[in-house]
């Protein structure tokens, strides 16, 4: 599980900060690296609710770093539309991402 964590990372690792509306003060790559803890509960059809850990993050990062992260290039193993709904389901009263 390390691998391919550390493979994702360093994939990310040359990408920039693309904020809309409001703006995300982490880069592409730092913010996906502090959501790492909610890499189980976005993996296409788990059935794995976020932990308080990814909970936690998600809250701290915020909604403009989330909207960087779901509008931004494609994310192996990762499916945006439950990432999008990580916000519901950890309780923050984020805005919807905009495309």
Same mark, same amino acid.
């Given at each position: 599980m390390a691998l391919p964590i550390l493979m994702f990372a360093l994939v990310m690792?040359?990408? @920039? *900060?693309?904020?809309?509306g409001s703006t995300c003060a982490s880069t592409f790559f730092s913010a996906l690296v502090q959501l790492i803890p909610c890499r189980a509960a976005v993996i296409p059809f788990s059935p794995i609710p976020p932990s308080e850990t990814c909970c936690g993050a998600l809250k701290a990062l915020g909604q403009p770093c989330l909207c960087v992260l779901v509008n931004g290039p494609p994310i192996s193993g @990762? *499916?945006?539309s439950m990432a999008m709904q990580l916000p519901e389901k950890c309780g923050a009263n984020f805005e919807p991402c905009t495309f």
């Amino acid at each position: 599980m390390a691998l391919p964590i550390l493979m994702f990372a360093l994939v990310m690792a040359g990408l @920039v *900060d693309q904020g809309q509306g409001s703006t995300c003060a982490s880069t592409f790559f730092s913010a996906l690296v502090q959501l790492i803890p909610c890499r189980a509960a976005v993996i296409p059809f788990s059935p794995i609710p976020p932990s308080e850990t990814c909970c936690g993050a998600l809250k701290a990062l915020g909604q403009p770093c989330l909207c960087v992260l779901v509008n931004g290039p494609p994310i192996s193993g @990762v *499916d945006r539309s439950m990432a999008m709904q990580l916000p519901e389901k950890c309780g923050a009263n984020f805005e919807p991402c905009t495309f």
